[in-house]
């Protein structure tokens, strides 16, 4: 009787589990509600809404008619079967917030902010590239979803510098970032191999600087123009992505010393040229002028200025007759004093060029005021430098190496990415991300304006090698960013994902997969073969330290 009456409490738990269908959806919404209708999306379904829609009922339009294969209209009549996109009076809410209802026959996607109604498109378009399309209709199961994002800022960060992987790459990674709701796309444009995007002013910084990559300094030179830039910029902006630049000073300068000599600052013996000089006048304003034409090229109205790892190679400041006379005017004591003179002097160009300063969190221990200013925290091993940053009032970003360099390997078994004394970044690790250390912190609530996971690419010369890099755990990092701590679950999410990775092999992706990390080397494979991936001791190696 004992054993009988366990047999159904345990059968009624499975059903009843079983019943608990999960919306498919990655980030997962705040509230799904199953409706048991179905809709029925076919070439007869109409998209409609008003000119303040037609954008983004165009880009609806032209990803179904891409990933599916199935051609709606769009227009305002109205017909029996629709999808309508609504912007809502103004309501003091997240301008991400929307809501999404597919009823029987028509399905809905109401907003305050044209960022929610293209939230609301995305999760529509993640429910229909789900579906399997039989005879030109696909079937949706009825729903109704009221979403939100946890935080404003869910960001990528690849650098293009060590390696140029160009604009088709990016524009595949703008879509996956649409796809996953990610929002913004930091892109690290100059470094020690290669400066990548086009100065009219200054034309050798590409003809010179963009020569060589991180494992071949003859490498021709690649960089973005100008025209490519704004194309860019435009296809991001279509995904609601802003695009941050990133001109890193006065370190990591050495691709542009190597194009106008005249302004830098040297080096050390292990990091040659790889400061602008601070003591000169004339290289204030040789990168005001350079910062006024990447202001121009980006609506973001954001510029980041990296500012960090200064000390690897500033050696050369302790011997320069300009930056000597700077020092004794300003009665500097020390180097660091010379650094956060120069990082307070720019950051104020970029301020009176109407932008947010972006830098790396060597900041805090500087001299800059916090407004219009966020500290892009990455040390994990400071989690201090965290703490005085929310404690000064800086607003942050939160990007520490674990759990949040991707490049990093995710799997022990994995041959090709960093390590940090052993430490790596599983795609669970990702997901956890922020715990209760940072969310707990003094002023984390306001001041925290999300998260972004960072590419640095010494190791990654080809395209499926950052694929691999990036998937899944840019899902983890979109759910991470975006769904509250009361509605993350990690092993939900695991079964969520699993039924991406068809849509990732149908894009042509290279990804891991994290639940069967033993078939990771049947991946890799081709790769070492082609000789591409390095020996794992190699690159183990924190060879740049940062
Ligand atoms: C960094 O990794 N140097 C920001």
Known sequence: MKHLFLFFALLTASQFTKAQVQIPLIPKPVEAVQ???????DQHTQIFGDENTAAIAHYLQAEILKYSAVSLRTGNQGSANYIHLKLTPKVKQPAEAYQLSVLENKIEIKASYPQGLFAGVSSLLQLIRQQNVVKGRISLSGWQIKDHPRYAWRGIMLDESRHFFGKEKVKQLLDWMA???LNKFHWHLTDQPGWRIEIKAYPKLTLVGGIGNHTDS???????????????????AERYIDVIPEIDMPGHATAANR????????????????TFNPGKEETYAYLSSILQEVDVLFPSQMIHIGADEVHFGNAHWNKDEAVQQLIKKQNFKDLPEVEAYFVKRMADSIKNMNNEVLAWDEIVSGKLSTDKT???????DKPEVLKQALQKGFKVVLCPRLPLYFDFVQDSSQVLGRKWSGSFVPVQNVYNFPGAAVTDLPNAGNLIRGMQANLWTEAFVENQQLDYMLFPRMAALAEAAWTNQAGKN????????KKHFRLYSLDGLYFFNPFRPKTSPEWLTPLQRKGLVPNNEAQTKQEKGG
């Open 35 to 41: 409706l048991g209708s179905t809709f029925i999306l």
């Open 179 to 181: 796809f996953y709701k």
């Open 218 to 236: 003859l490498a021709k030179a690649q960089y973005y123009t100008q025209e490519e830039i704004k194309e860019i910029v435009r296809y991001a």
């Open 259 to 274: 194009a106008y000599p005249a302004f830098s600052g040297g080096g050390s013996p292990k990091y040659p040229e790889f």
């Open 374 to 380: 966020t500290v892009f925290w990455w040390r994990h």
């Open 490 to 497: 990690y092993e939900g999410f695991s079964d969520r994902l």
